[in-house]
Every structure is written in C-alpha cells, then in structure tokens.
C-alpha cells in the first residue's frame, strides 16, 4: 500500500514535510551524537521506524484479530441486519437528497447494487467459520514492539550507548535519555505505550 503524507496547508506532501515525519525526525536529531549522521539516513530510518509502526497498528485492528465462532457469528448477523436496514433507508429517499449526493459525486444506486446481496450474504457466510481456535485476549502491542526494536538500534548508533532506563531510588520513577527519547518517538507516532514498559519487553528486567 502506497504511503500519503498531507502537510499542515492540506496538501500532499512527502514525508519528511509532514506534521509526523518532522515531529519524529526533530525527535531523531535530538539525540547526542545524532550530528554524526547524514540527514538522509535519519531521514530514510524515521520513513522505516514510520512504516513499521503503521504495519504494528494494522496487526492491531480487530479485523485482523482471532475470536469465537459465536461472536463471529454475532458479527455477521449485525451485519446482515445493518446492511438490510441501510437498504431500506436507501429505497426510501427523496430526489432533493438523492440529487445533493449525486452532485457531491456519490451514486446511491451504484451503493444500493453493491449492497444488495450483503444481508443474504453476511448470513451463508456463517458456515464459513470455522471453530474456536486461536488467542482471543487483549490485542498485542505490535506497534510499540516494533518501533522499539528499531528505535533501540537508532539510539545506540548515535549514542553509542545501550538503551538504559534508570530509576529514582526514592520515586521509582524512570527517566534517563533513552526513555526521554523513545516517548518522544511514541508521541510523535501516537502510541499510546509506556517506555518503561517496553524497555523490560525488549531488553528484560535489566533495560
């Protein structure tokens, strides 16, 4: 899928001129000892740390999800009901609305031809399911897994330090650089994810 990047003038842009790619690159060049690397690289690493977050968040979405057959099959009889209804409501318009859809560009008739077999449908795709199999708990925090990993690697070539989390021994609050950093990178990206956190998901009790 090809990445699009819009600036803050609402126009297409790439992605070092996006409100993300600056946020993360400003994050990036930030670092001590970031001065060493070239521009392009941090450019081109921020671009790969952007993307993999994106794949994570993806992996994330319910649709790509294990669950029980039985709420799949709730799932599928919503469906068929909402799209039912939604055809419904189509049959039922007047020409001044259908008309201000038509000039805004939208063919209802088009929708209600591609809707039209989405009830029948949804339901034959009942025994399609198969049976429970799978982990149906809380989703995985892949975003934040990936970014980390790369996020480390980054940290340590231009620091030429480990990533390191320490702890105030009266607040047990963590802080140091490599924290610092990596919240920027969450915050830039919008993951919602503890360093600290991650940091003992990377690198054990000791990161």
Known sequence: ????FIGLDGYPCDFA??????????????????????????TAKARAIYSASEFGKNQELPRNRKATRNKSEDELRKLSKITDSLLQ????????????????????????????LWPEGSLRAISELDDDQGHFGAPQKAAADNVTAMVAAYYSQATG??????????SSEAYGPWP????????????KASAEGQSKKLFGKKG
């Open 17 to 42: 001129a996006s409100p993300v790619g600056k946020k993360l690159i400003s994050a990036m060049k930030s670092l001590d000892g970031a001065e060493s690397i070239s521009n392009a690289e941090i």
């Open 89 to 116: 409501h189509i049959s039922n318009m007047r020409e001044p609305a259908v008309s201000a859809l038509y000039r805004q560009g939208w063919d209802l008739f088009a929708v209600e031809r591609a809707l039209e």
């Open 161 to 170: 330090r480990k990533p390191t989390v320490i702890k105030d021994v009266y």
């Open 180 to 191: 610092t950093f990596l919240d920027q990178v969450f915050s830039a990206l919008k993951i």
């Open 1 to 4: 899928m090809t990445e699009r």
